[in-house]
């Protein structure tokens, strides 16, 4: 049944994206588009290429026979900054929802770390809070160090979980099932393969959530061993 809904979560994921570009080019092609409708209309489809190649990225990951075992490759990286990079890319996705960030990167600390796999972590993690909060609320991402872990938290205004749910959703496929999400797209798979990552960084990544209708707080734990001299 999970790989069922799978398939069809992810035919819809792909066609509807697919399916914007493609008016959005048949457009440009037969009808006067002024100047400023045609950025607009790329920068659409840049947001929509972005999704596809996130899913794609996703569903690759997923698909290796042990994930546990990704190849990583590890460089420094300032983290403040490389928050601060990831969070640009979804601008269009803030003003479409019409969600306000909060950013508080108050330190600057430089990890090892492989880039390319923490920012499908912060990109899941980010179009996760959006795609399940209501138009009009509030996104905050705070770093912080707690003991031996630097923290990203990404607290929401979102559905929430109940404890039931909690417990599952890191599992691949996993999707929470009520009248709430029953209309959200995705395709089950981003918070497995975030996990994975983070774990092949030697952190954690936790969720909480007061419950149902109340928000969440998924938090990015890397370790301070893994910071570096720049």
Request: aromatic residues 8%; contains cysteine.
């Amino acid at each position: 049944q999970m790989q069922s809904n799978f398939v069809a979560s992810v035919s819809h994921e792909l066609k509807s994206p697919l399916a914007s570009i493609q008016l959005y080019l048949e457009t440009l092609k037969y009808q006067d588009v002024s100047t400023e409708e045609t950025m607009d209309f790329v920068e659409t489809m840049l947001s929509d290429t972005q999704r596809l190649s996130g899913l794609i990225d996703n569903i690759l990951q997923s698909s290796k026979a042990d994930p546990k075992s990704m190849a990583m490759q590890f460089q420094p990286v300032n983290l403040s900054e490389f928050i601060a990079e990831v969070v640009k890319g979804h601008k269009r996705q803030f003003e479409e929802k019409q969600c306000s960030l909060d950013l508080k990167l108050g330190v600057s600390p430089t990890l090892s770390l492989d880039k390319r796999a923490l920012r499908m972590v912060f990109n899941n993690l980010i179009s996760n809070a959006l795609r399940y909060s209501p138009a009009g609320s509030s996104l905050i991402i705070n770093l912080q160090r707690i003991g031996k872990y630097w923290e990203v938290n990404f607290q929401d205004q979102g559905i929430g979980f109940e404890k039931k749910d909690i417990k599952k959703i890191f599992r691949k496929f996993y999707r929470v099932q009520n009248k709430d999400t029953q209309n959200i797209e995705g395709a089950g798979l981003g918070l497995f393969i975030s996990s994975e990552i983070v774990k092949n960084h030697r952190g954690r990544l936790k969720v909480s959530s007061p419950g149902r209708g109340k928000g969440s707080i998924f938090s990015v734990q890397l370790p301070v061993s893994r910071e570096v001299e720049v």
